[in-house]
């Protein structure tokens, strides 16, 4: 008898032990879960857009563990801005988390029900990411079934306005950087308009890249005295010439 109660009162001791055991486990496990939950989240490479979206969407991954499955989810609804080409996230324990974004690049503006951004390859963007003073492509077709959303453009001209674009920053940035217009005119050629209101580039309509190349050639010919600006027309429609008229 004395036996037996004996035994009861060790059986009761010890699971007693074991309850505080497995309280003072999971106490230690749920301070060791915090230390993982994510506090600091590093945004890079929104050079062009808006970078309060990304931020916004972002702050929801402070109620993430750092090793949650959640934040390839994360990745997912990035993708889903039309801007956004892809997104990289890495992990840095034992609590931040590193965002990169890679995003399209803007080169122009084109009106159509309303205004649209097109990228280097001709994406159609919304407007609403992005505050840039970009060129504008005028006179072009403007039917909105030419210009679908997150889709390349179907018009041809435009499309081959900004390779040209995307060609003529990459090469001969100061022009790019001046341009107001580029404008598709009555006799099917390519003219720009640059920002001072009053200097217009007149391309043609073949060979454009070389005569944006020409046009880079007879601004450091003239540099010394004059500037590209200080001129009414530049007229590069005929081949190896250069005709000017002064302002």
């Known amino acids: 008898m004395l036996k037996t109660f004996y035994k009861s009162i060790i059986n009761i001791i010890a699971f007693f032990f074991f309850v505080i055991g497995i309280f003072t486990l999971s106490i230690n496990w749920s301070n060791f879960k915090k230390i ?3 506090d600091e989240i590093n945004i890079y490479g929104t050079s062009y857009f808006d970078k309060s979206i990304i931020e916004e969407k972002s702050d929801v991954l402070k109620s993430y563990n750092i090793f949650d499955r959640e934040l390839e989810n994360y990745k997912n609804e990035m993708l889903k801005f039309d801007h956004i080409i892809d997104c990289k996230i890495s992990r840095k324990f034992p609590s931040t988390v590193d965002i990169t974004i890679y995003e399209r ?4 503006l084109i009106s159509s029900n309303e205004l649209i951004i097109l990228d280097s390859e001709g994406v ?3 407007v609403e990411y992005c505050d840039l003073s970009l060129p504008i492509l005028s006179n072009f077709k403007s039917n909105p ?3 679908p959303k997150g889709s390349k453009t179907a018009s041809t001209n435009v499309l081959s306005s900004v390779y040209l674009m995307k ?3 990459d090469n001969f940035s100061i022009i790019y950087d001046n341009i107001s217009e580029f404008v598709f005119n009555e006799e099917s050629e390519y003219e720009i308009i640059l920002k001072n209101g009053k200097t217009r580039i007149f391309l043609g309509s073949q060979n454009l890249q070389k005569k944006i190349k020409y046009l880079e050639s007879f601004q450091e010919t003239i540099k010394e005295k ?3 600006t200080d001129f009414r027309y530049i007229d590069l429609r005929f081949n190896n010439q ?3 008229k002064e302002a």
């Open 226 to 228: 004059k500037n590209i």
């Open 36 to 38: 993982y939950d994510i």
């Open 242 to 244: 250069v005709i000017v």
């Open 124 to 126: 159609c963007l919304p």
């Open 167 to 169: 060609f003529t920053k």
């Open 145 to 147: 079934e030419l210009y």
């Open 105 to 108: 690049e803007p080169i122009a």
